[in-house]
């Protein structure tokens, strides 16, 4: 079965610092893996999709097949980025059902 | 965002009662799910939709049924609410299977 792994509960960084978010999966087929963000009082929002490759917000996450892993990053913390992060494994042929992590909440303190 | 819509935002009801939550969706997508949140589960799949009267399971389905009767309706309904499924309950649509999920606002649930 599958899983997603998000070792920390919650993550604590200075604002300007740089930001690095862990995932870990656990799926034997090809995987596509996502990252959302929920703010403060707002739905659950799509941030990354690893198969756009693309950098929204000024995050990046880069597939690492051989690490099992997805890290989110963000060179330069902002305030704005304070908000509860979900990691997200999408299973091939599974009807585009979603594993979620356990979800990291970002603090960027000033 | 995504035209979704979750009701009731908020409901508190009473342990054997049942209770049905809707999802009303104005994007025409085919996909539908139910999640809920719960502190260190993040989100689980209680069950989903690929069409019109076409559901499946999720990972925690017992004690959920589920109907979609049109595109834009996705109903989730405790039979018999218990302790256990006080939770944040999402709904997510997709276009498609290929497709990213766009969530709604969700509905808090309580059952005392």
């Known amino acids: 079965a599958q899983r997603v792994t998000q070792p920390e509960k919650l993550l604590s960084v200075f604002k300007g610092a740089p930001v690095e978010l862990k995932c870990n999966y656990s799926?034997?087929?090809?995987?596509?893996l996502f990252w959302y963000v929920q703010y403060s009082r707002q739905r659950l929002q799509l941030l990354l999709r690893?198969?756009s490759r693309e950098s929204i917000k000024g995050f990046t996450a880069d597939l690492n097949k051989g690490e099992t892993s997805f890290h989110l990053k963000k060179p330069f913390a902002q305030e704005e980025d304070s908000a509860m992060y979900y990691c997200?494994?999408?299973?091939?042929?599974?009807?585009?059902?979603?594993?979620f992590g356990t979800g990291t909440q970002l603090k960027v303190e000033l | 965002d995504a035209g979704i819509t979750q009701s009731p935002r908020h409901k508190v009801t009473e342990t054997g009662t049942p209770v049905t939550l809707r999802c009303h969706q104005t994007?025409?997508?085919?996909?539908m799910y139910w999640y809920r949140q719960d502190p260190g589960h993040g989100l689980r799949l209680i069950h989903y939709?690929?069409?019109?009267?076409?559901?499946d399971k999720g990972e925690v389905s017992d004690g959920y049924s589920v109907s979609r009767s049109k595109t834009e309706d996705f109903l989730l309904t405790l039979e018999s609410a218990t302790s256990s499924q006080t939770s944040v309950y999402f709904c997510?649509?997709?276009?498609?299977?290929?497709?990213?999920?766009?969530f709604g606002d969700g509905t808090r649930l309580s059952i005392l």
């Open positions: 997510a649509i997709s276009a498609d299977r290929d497709q990213p999920q766009h």
């Open positions: 799926y034997s087929g090809s995987p596509e």
């Open positions: 690893h198969i």
């Open positions: 997200a494994l999408g299973v091939t042929g599974g009807g585009n059902k979603l594993t």
């Open positions: 994007e025409n997508h085919r996909y």
């Open positions: 939709s690929y069409g019109v009267k076409d559901t």
